[in-house]
């Protein structure tokens, strides 16, 4: 009887560039998951094919297929990954305390849970909660997580989207910098200098769109977290762009203000996600409805 030769194993993180992009069908999409440019995703998969000797991808204009091979590869390599996390998942579940693993950007770990999560905890006695916080988008096929707060609503089959509250964007300053800044108008943002953060470009642009106002030329500071936004707001360098109600008690404290009164401007609807599968589960549940009242409590109104 022959044989059969074991050839070598390409490696996991090959194996997970291949598996995002032959699901999303997109060498960009997958780049956007895994935080990676999309030529990288294209060598990645260049390098497997070359291992594997086998085309997995047909490459047409404006579209991705996978080969016959390549489709019946992927259905085996996504399943192999998902046991591969099931496994971790069962070894490190059957320690005495759980993990209980909560994904979000770090904006909303700075201003929402990490403040309140202490309260969430002392009603779990058998689970150790942990904040995963990353500005990227996880998956949560391969990733070890329970549940996510995401400000884009995804179309996976398999998860689970309930939208939780409303943001809202409207600019934010300490009446410090009002104070020491007589100059600065607020009818057309002359002399005001303007903070913005590296991770959200987008929220700036659309308030003064929105409300008519020009952007200060070369009055600007820009940081990479909004941890830091906030730091420098409250000491009185310049104008930010707040998000509501995630600060609301930081304005309930007199910490902040909002100049500019009523003019706020909608950004989006961030969702709380979980596996289809584990909608049952009792500290998912739990969970859900202690970050529902505590938003419930921060409602916004002007």
């Known amino acids: 009887m022959n044989k059969q030769k074991n050839h070598r194993l390409p490696s996991l993180n090959i194996l997970r560039v291949f ?15 895994l935080c990676i440019t999309p030529p990288a995703v294209s060598h990645q998969i260049r390098t497997l094919e070359e291992q594997l000797d086998i085309v997995l991808f047909t490459r ?7 080969s016959p091979q390549g489709e019946k590869y992927f259905s085996q390599v996504q399943y192999a990954l ?16 759980a993990n209980f693993i909560i994904n979000t950007v770090p904006m909303l770990v700075s201003t929402l849970l990490a403040p309140n999560i202490h309260e969430f905890q002392a009603s779990q006695h058998n689970y150790n909660i942990q904040i995963d916080s990353d500005a990227s988008r996880t998956d949560f096929a ?18 689970i989207y309930k939208p939780i509250f409303k943001i809202a964007i409207a600019p934010i300053c300490s009446p410090l910098y009002l104070q020491k800044n007589p100059l600065a108008n607020l009818d057309t943002l002359e002399n005001c200098r303007l903070i913005r953060t590296s991770i959200d470009m987008g929220n700036w642009p659309l308030w003064l769109k929105q409300w008519g106002y020009i952007a200060p030329q070369q009055n600007e500071l820009l940081l990479n977290n909004f941890n830091a936004v906030i730091d420098a707001t409250r000491s009185g360098a310049g104008i930010a762009m707040g998000y509501l109600p995630i600060i609301k008690r930081l304005i ?4 902040l203000i909002t100049p500019f009164g009523e003019k706020t401007s909608f950004y989006g609807e961030p969702c709380l996600v979980y596996r289809k599968k584990d909608q049952d589960k009792p500290i998912v549940k739990a969970f859900e409805l202690w970050l529902t009242t505590l938003l419930k409590d ?3 109104t002007t």
Do not use: C, M, Y
Request: glycine share 4%.
């Open 19 to 33: 598996e995002s992009a032959a699901r999303h069908l997109s060498f960009k999409k997958a780049a956007e998951e």
């Open 60 to 66: 047409l204009n404006r579209a991705l297929v996978l």
């Open 82 to 97: 998902q046991q591969l996390q099931s496994a971790t998942n069962e070894l490190i579940n059957n320690k005495s305390h």
């Open 142 to 159: 391969i990733e070890s997580l329970d549940v996510a707060i995401r400000r884009v609503k995804g179309d996976e089959p398999n998860l």
């Open 252 to 255: 309930d404290d007199g910490e």
């Open 298 to 300: 921060l409602q916004w």
